[in-house]
């Protein structure tokens, strides 16, 4: 078997990715070990910036999300009784859209079933050869069958726990980052948020997030301890603690109901450098994860195959390599600039274990300037709705 571009992982770096090269006449195989039922149970990102949403409608696959996505134009912190909207439009002249990730990895599996491409569901013990030479390739186990494609290119989309940079050299590769003490226990149900748009609240029992998917269905967090165990926490439980860490009116407006899906994530902020090792490239969580509080995840795994897929249609179809040469840089500039972001909220916003009277005071007074000044206000926007592509 042959292929002109390899891809491990069909999580939506690696289904966009596909998408993308089919569409340029480029061929290539995704490799998924999970099957297609579990890679679309999860549950995960909601919100995408501006620039996400007009690059999904640039390569045909917007229809649904302009349809049904909510496009929101501002969303609010509450901080210990107090409560600030942040002004999306009117301080960063764009908005975000509220589509869930389930969706988006849903349109990209149809429009790539429709292109006849070729996605393997379930391929057990990827492994990736020769990337340092010329002749790279890919061997996998499927039905207890060992099968091998050969290849110019290997993508590795396949998410921070994958092959692609557990393979990457040791004495090249970098890695920085952090654990946070806490994760998000989030909780999907049928019924109508609490508000029309996302909030953001800090309280001294720890972080609370009111998010949703559509009119009828919310999405909301609550920080955790680390370790903590989802099945601990029932629903009456969740909602008690949820509605606890909001604003009375908020609070008011919550509707609990049984959830459809309960779970915890760990959070972390971590960076591999570089992103490419002569013919393997890393894209998406496989090198970097932000923790969730700035709402980039996602949105950087989509900037990520955006630069990605340009460079390897310039290199396929012209013998351009400035492209994939760039790729690393080009890329990570953006990813430090959203890991910044995303620390920064994180630590705004969430109550961590050993904070000191004198962190705690640094935090009012970083709500306070918030509050104060436009500025303040218009840069916070600025990076919520993202850095153009
Ligand atoms: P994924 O989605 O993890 O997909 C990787 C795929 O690779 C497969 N895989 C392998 N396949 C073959 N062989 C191997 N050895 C393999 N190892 C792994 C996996 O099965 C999987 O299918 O990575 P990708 O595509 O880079 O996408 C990244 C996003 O999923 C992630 O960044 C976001 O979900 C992060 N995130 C958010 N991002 C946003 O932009 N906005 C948000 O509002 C937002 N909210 C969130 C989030 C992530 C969360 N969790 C659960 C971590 C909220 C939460 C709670
Ligand atoms: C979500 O709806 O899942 C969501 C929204 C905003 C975030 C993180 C997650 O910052």
């Given at each position: ?6 891809i ?11 998408h ?24 995960r ?5 501006a620039?996400s949403a ?24 509450a ?96 890695e ?17 948020p609490?508000d029309?748009?996302l ?22 967090y609550?920080?955790?301890?680390e ?17 606890r860490?909001l ?19 760990p ?34 795994a ?12 310039a290199?396929?179809?012209?013998g ?16 430090w600039?959203?890991?910044?972001f ?6 705004l ?7 000191t ?15 104060a000044s ?8 600025e ?5 153009p592509?």
């Open positions: 078997m042959r292929t002109q571009v390899a491990i992982g069909a999580g939506p770096a690696g289904l966009f990715l596909g993308v090269l089919t569409r340029a006449g480029i061929d290539n195989v995704i490799l998924e070990r999970r099957d297609a039922s579990r890679v679309l149970a999860r549950i990102a909601g919100v995408l910036e620039g007009d690059l999904l409608r640039k390569h045909g696959i917007g229809a649904r999300m302009d349809a049904e996505g909510l496009p929101h134009d501002g969303f609010s912190l901080f210990g009784g107090r409560r600030l909207r942040v002004d999306l439009r009117g301080l960063a002249g764009a908005s975000v859209v509220v589509y869930g990730q389930t969706e988006i990895t849903r349109d990209l599996m149809e429009a790539r079933a429709a292109s006849g491409a070729r996605t393997v569901y379930g391929a057990e013990d990827v492994a990736i050869e020769g990337f340092e030479g010329d002749a790279p390739a890919v061997t996998w186990r499927e039905g207890g069958v060992v099968r091998r494609i050969g290849c110019d290119y290997v993508c590795a989309c396949d998410g921070f726990h994958g092959v692609g940079r557990a393979s990457a050299p040791r004495a090249t590769l970098r920085h980052g952090r654990a946070y003490p806490f994760g998000w226990l989030g909780v999907l149900v049928d019924a109508p609490a029309h748009e909030l953001y609240a800090r309280h001294e029992r720890g972080f609370a997030l009111c998010s949703m998917r559509s009119a009828t269905r919310s999405r909301y609550v920080q955790v301890p370790g903590e165990r989802a099945q601990d926490w029932s629903d009456a439980r969740f909602f008690d603690e949820l509605r860490r604003p009375d009116d908020v609070a008011e407006r919550v509707t609990p109901a049984p959830s459809l899906e309960k779970s915890v994530a959070l972390r902020s971590f960076v591999a450098e570089p992103m490419r090792f002569g013919r393997l490239f890393l894209a998406g969580d496989a090198a970097h994860i932000v923790p969730p509080t700035g709402a980039k995840g996602l949105n950087l989509l900037g990520d195959v955006h630069y990605l897929s340009e460079a390897l249609i290199r396929i179809r012209d351009d390599e400035t492209g994939i040469d760039g790729y690393s840089a080009k890329a990570l500039a953006r990813v600039r959203a890991e910044r995303s620390w920064r909220m994180t630590g916003m969430h109550e961590f274990p050993d904070e009277p004198f962190e705690r005071r640094m935090k009012d007074a970083e709500f306070a300037e918030l509050e436009r500025a303040a206000r218009a840069a916070l926007a990076n919520y709705v993202g850095a592509l």
